[in-house]
C-alpha cells in the first residue's frame, strides 16, 4: 500500500472519529438536560472512572497503551461535561492567569465566571452556585499563595484536580506609550516579584495591585501613559492593548501550580497526589514521628511547609502534599497514625497528578 492510501485510510478514519464524537456530544447535551431536569449533580465522578476503566480495559485488547487512552478519553470526558453545564470560578478578570489555566484543564471552551476575591470564589464553590472553581497555590519562583491555602482550611470545598501552567509575562501599555516614557508598572505582587530583575534593570517602580488582566483594564480606562500592565497575551487582546516586551519573567521555567475546586472527590486513578493540613501536639519529636508514618510506608513526600494558625501566637499548621490517594491502604494507614499525634488534621483532597507543562 501506498504512503498515499494509507494517508487516505487515516483520513477516513479521523472524519469516522470525528462524527461518533459529535454524536457523543449531543448525547451528553441530553444528560445534562435530564440531570438538571431531575436536580441531579452535572458531575458524577462514579461514572466518570467507570467508563475510564472501560475504555482502558478495550485499548489492553486492542494491544495500544490504556494509559494513553486514558489521557485521551479525560479530554473528551472534559468536553462532554462542559456541554452539560459545567462551569468554572476563577479570581480575576477575563485574560487572567487562572483562566487560562482554566482552559488549560477542562478545555477552551468551559464556560468560565470571574470574581473579585477568592473568598468569593471559595464561597461560590462550598454553597454549590457552581460546581467548579480554580485558584492558584504555588509558583515555582515566588513559592505559595498563602491566602489561598488559609482558605482551604475554612471552606467546605476538596481538591479535586491540579494543572501546572507555565507563565509567561509580557509588559502591557496603551498604543503610543514607549518603553522609555514607562514610570510605574502595575500588576499583582506574585507577577511583579516574577519579573523583578526585569523591572529592575529598567529602573521601574513596582505598583502592588489585586489582578494581572485587572491592571491592564485600568491603564486603559485611566489612560495612563506613563505606566504599564503585566499580564498575559490573552489580556493584552482583550482590552486592545500593546505589547512592549514579551518573556520579560525572571526565570524561563515560570510555572504556577492551581488548584481545582468541587464539592466532590477525584476517584483513584493510580497516578494520584494528596494535600493535607494538620496541627500537631506540642511535645518533642511529634514532627519526627509524623514524616517517620510517610517514610516506613514508603510514601513520598512532595512538599512541606507551615503556616501560622492564626488562633495562637507562635502555633502552626503544617500543609503536605504526598505522593497517592487518600483510599490507597498505605495513605489510610498514614492518615490513622497522624490523626493520633495531630490536634486537627484535614484532607484538602486527592487528585490525579498533573502533567507538566
Same mark, same amino acid.
Given at each position: 500500500?501506498? +504512503?498515499?492510501?494509507?494517508?487516505?485510510?487515516?483520513?477516513?478514519?479521523?472524519?469516522?472519529?470525528?462524527?461518533?464524537?459529535?454524536?457523543?456530544?449531543?448525547?451528553?447535551?441530553?444528560?445534562?438536560?435530564?440531570?438538571?431536569?431531575?436536580?441531579?449533580?452535572?458531575?458524577?465522578?462514579?461514572?466518570?472512572?467507570?467508563?475510564?476503566?472501560?475504555?482502558?480495559?478495550?485499548?489492553?485488547?486492542?494491544?495500544?497503551?490504556?494509559?494513553?487512552?486514558?489521557?485521551?478519553?479525560?479530554?473528551?470526558?472534559?468536553?462532554?461535561?462542559?456541554?452539560?453545564?459545567?462551569?468554572?470560578?476563577?479570581?480575576?478578570?477575563?485574560?487572567?492567569?487562572?483562566?487560562?489555566?482554566?482552559?488549560?484543564?477542562?478545555?477552551?471552551?468551559?464556560?468560565?465566571?470571574?470574581? !473579585?476575591?477568592?473568598?468569593?470564589?471559595? !464561597?461560590?464553590?462550598?454553597?454549590?452556585?457552581?460546581?467548579?472553581?480554580?485558584?492558584?497555590?504555588?509558583?515555582?519562583?515566588?513559592?505559595?499563595?498563602?491566602?489561598?491555602?488559609?482558605? +482551604?482550611? !475554612?471552606?467546605?470545598?476538596?481538591?479535586?484536580?491540579?494543572?501546572?501552567?507555565?507563565?509567561?509575562?509580557?509588559?502591557?501599555?496603551?498604543?503610543?506609550?514607549?518603553?522609555?516614557?514607562?514610570?510605574?508598572?502595575?500588576?499583582?505582587?506574585?507577577?511583579?516579584?516574577?519579573?523583578?530583575?526585569?523591572?529592575?534593570?529598567?529602573?521601574?517602580?513596582?505598583?502592588?495591585?489585586?489582578?494581572?488582566?485587572?491592571?491592564?483594564?485600568?491603564?486603559?480606562?485611566?489612560?495612563?501613559?506613563?505606566?504599564?500592565?503585566?499580564?498575559?497575551?490573552?489580556?493584552?487582546?482583550?482590552?486592545?492593548?500593546?505589547?512592549?516586551?514579551?518573556?520579560?519573567? !525572571?526565570?524561563?521555567?515560570?510555572?504556577?501550580?492551581?488548584?481545582?475546586?468541587?464539592?466532590?472527590?477525584?476517584?483513584?486513578?493510580?497516578?494520584?497526589?494528596?494535600?493535607?493540613?494538620?496541627? +500537631?501536639?506540642?511535645?518533642?519529636?511529634?514532627?519526627?514521628?509524623?514524616?517517620?508514618?510517610?517514610?516506613?510506608?514508603?510514601?513520598?513526600?512532595?512538599?512541606?511547609?507551615?503556616?501560622?494558625?492564626?488562633?495562637?501566637?507562635?502555633?502552626?499548621?503544617?500543609?503536605?502534599?504526598?505522593?497517592?490517594?487518600?483510599?490507597?491502604?498505605?495513605?489510610?494507614?498514614?492518615?490513622?497514625?497522624?490523626?493520633?499525634?495531630?490536634?486537627? +488534621?484535614?484532607?484538602?483532597?486527592?487528585?490525579?497528578?498533573?502533567?507538566?507543562?
Amino acid at each position: 500500500m501506498s +504512503l498515499s492510501s494509507i494517508r487516505k485510510n487515516i483520513d477516513d478514519i479521523d472524519s469516522e472519529m470525528v462524527n461518533l464524537l459529535a454524536e457523543r456530544i449531543k448525547l451528553a447535551r441530553k444528560i445534562g438536560l435530564e440531570k438538571k431536569k431531575s436536580g441531579k449533580n452535572v458531575e458524577d465522578r462514579q461514572r466518570e472512572s467507570e467508563v475510564l476503566e472501560h475504555v482502558k480495559a478495550l485499548a489492553v485488547k486492542k494491544g495500544i497503551s490504556g494509559e494513553e487512552v486514558e489521557w485521551l478519553y479525560r479530554s473528551i470526558l472534559r468536553a462532554t461535561k462542559n456541554v452539560q453545564g459545567i462551569e468554572v470560578a476563577f479570581q480575576g478578570l477575563a485574560g487572567a492567569y487562572s483562566q487560562e489555566a482554566a482552559f488549560s484543564f477542562f478545555g477552551p471552551s468551559v464556560p468560565t465566571k470571574p470574581f !473579585d476575591t477568592l473568598e468569593e470564589v471559595f !464561597d461560590t464553590v462550598q454553597d454549590g452556585s457552581i460546581a467548579y472553581a480554580i485558584i492558584p497555590v504555588e509558583n515555582s519562583q515566588e513559592g505559595s499563595i498563602t491566602r489561598s491555602y488559609d482558605l +482551604l482550611l !475554612d471552606h467546605d470545598v476538596t481538591v479535586c484536580g491540579e494543572v501546572l501552567f507555565r507563565v509567561s509575562h509580557c509588559l502591557i501599555a496603551n498604543k503610543g506609550v514607549k518603553i522609555d516614557n514607562i514610570k510605574k508598572v502595575y500588576s499583582h505582587p506574585q507577577a511583579l516579584g516574577q519579573c523583578h530583575g526585569f523591572l529592575t534593570k529598567l529602573g521601574i517602580e513596582s505598583m502592588p495591585a489585586y489582578d494581572t488582566a485587572g491592571s491592564v483594564k485600568m491603564i486603559k480606562e485611566q489612560k495612563i501613559m506613563d505606566g504599564a500592565a503585566i499580564a498575559s497575551t490573552s489580556a493584552a487582546r482583550i482590552y486592545g492593548m500593546k505589547i512592549i516586551a514579551s518573556e520579560i519573567e !525572571d526565570n524561563p521555567q515560570n510555572t504556577t501550580r492551581f488548584f481545582i475546586l468541587s464539592k466532590q472527590s477525584s476517584a483513584p486513578t493510580g497516578n494520584d497526589k494528596t494535600s493535607i493540613a494538620v496541627l +500537631l501536639k506540642h511535645r518533642p519529636g511529634t514532627l519526627y514521628e509524623a514524616l517517620g508514618e510517610f517514610a516506613c510506608r514508603k510514601i513520598n513526600l512532595t512538599k512541606i511547609e507551615s503556616r501560622p494558625t492564626k488562633q495562637k501566637p507562635w502555633e502552626y499548621n503544617f500543609y503536605l502534599d504526598f505522593e497517592g490517594h487518600y483510599k490507597d491502604p498505605a495513605v489510610r494507614q498514614t492518615l490513622s497514625k497522624l490523626e493520633e499525634i495531630s490536634l486537627f +488534621l484535614k484532607v484538602l483532597g486527592s487528585y490525579p497528578r498533573a502533567k507538566q507543562p
